[in-house]
């Protein structure tokens, strides 16, 4: 199994980033598929998570109505759309699966993980 996050980069408070999860390996219509990030510091934390089967979402608190996450079926990937970006949210963003049918929000899990990509805002 591999997932390969990608779009990271550095952008102003206020502006908009897409990350993308690429997932490959096996089938993935059963899994839950998350996004988490860690700050310099600090321990990773949930971002926002989606049931591939059902489209189903679940947002941390702190990006709820900026961040959206969602999933594109023909090309087995996960996005993270993050507008209204600000300077604390700043971190590495890690994508994440696991294979059980609920939703967690707790990094131990999930089975699967990514190798993260850095998001820099600037205020």
């Known amino acids: 199994v591999q997932l390969q996050a990608s779009g990271g980069g550095l952008v102003q408070a206020g502006g908009s980033l897409r990350l993308s999860c690429a997932a490959s390996g096996r089938t993935f219509s059963s899994y839950v598929m998350g996004w988490f990030r860690q700050a310099p510091g600090k321990e990773r934390e949930f971002v926002a998570a989606?049931?591939?089967?059902?489209?189903?979402?679940y947002y941390a608190d702190s990006v709820k109505g900026r961040f959206t996450i969602s999933r594109d079926n023909a090309k087995n990937t996960v996005y993270l759309q993050m507008n209204s970006l600000k300077p604390e949210d700043t971190a590495i963003y890690y994508c994440a699966a696991e294979s059980s049918p609920f939703l967690k929000t707790y990094p131990g899990a999930y089975d699967y993980w990514g190798q993260g990509t850095q998001v820099t805002v600037s205020s």
């Open positions: 989606i049931k591939w089967s059902s489209g189903t979402t």
